[in-house]
């Protein structure tokens, strides 16, 4: 069984939820490729991340999900998580974010978190977007 049928096959609602809201921002092709492989050990963490963060913490009504994707964008980069933060600019993007305003939020990630950690942000958000621009 993979991750993803074992996520899709869950009885938990917030669980089915997150992974229909993950489907939504990340899109199905990136969660398709990240959780189509077989289980093993320690993805239940698949789990709690899903269910919390996707079903929970992204469905709660004080933010919408376009604010989500800033908020979520500016803390991948200050927090140096390249991979994830490529993820999340495109989500960004589907979540109705600029080109201009994601890396307006990266310039200011630079100056808050030092020029190393804004520099490095830049380079992952100007990946995803060119790469989102090759296949648009």
Request: hydrophobic share 40%.
């Amino acid at each position: 069984m993979s991750v993803l049928s074992d996520l899709e096959s869950s009885d938990d609602p917030a669980v089915r939820q997150g992974l229909a809201t993950r489907r939504s921002v990340l899109g199905e092709a990136y969660v398709a490729r990240t959780l189509e492989r077989p289980a093993e050990p320690g993805d239940d963490q698949q789990h709690l991340l899903t269910g919390q963060v996707w079903g929970t913490l992204w469905n709660r009504e004080a933010l919408d999900r376009r604010s989500r994707s800033l908020v979520t964008i500016a803390l991948l980069v200050a927090g140096g998580h390249g991979d994830e933060l490529e993820a999340h600019v495109l989500g960004g993007l589907r979540n109705g974010l600029t080109p201009e305003e994601i890396t307006e939020v990266v310039i200011h990630c630079g100056a808050y978190c030092g020029a190393p950690v804004g520099l490095a942000g830049m380079r992952r958000v100007k990946a995803a977007l060119a790469r989102e621009a090759a296949t648009a």
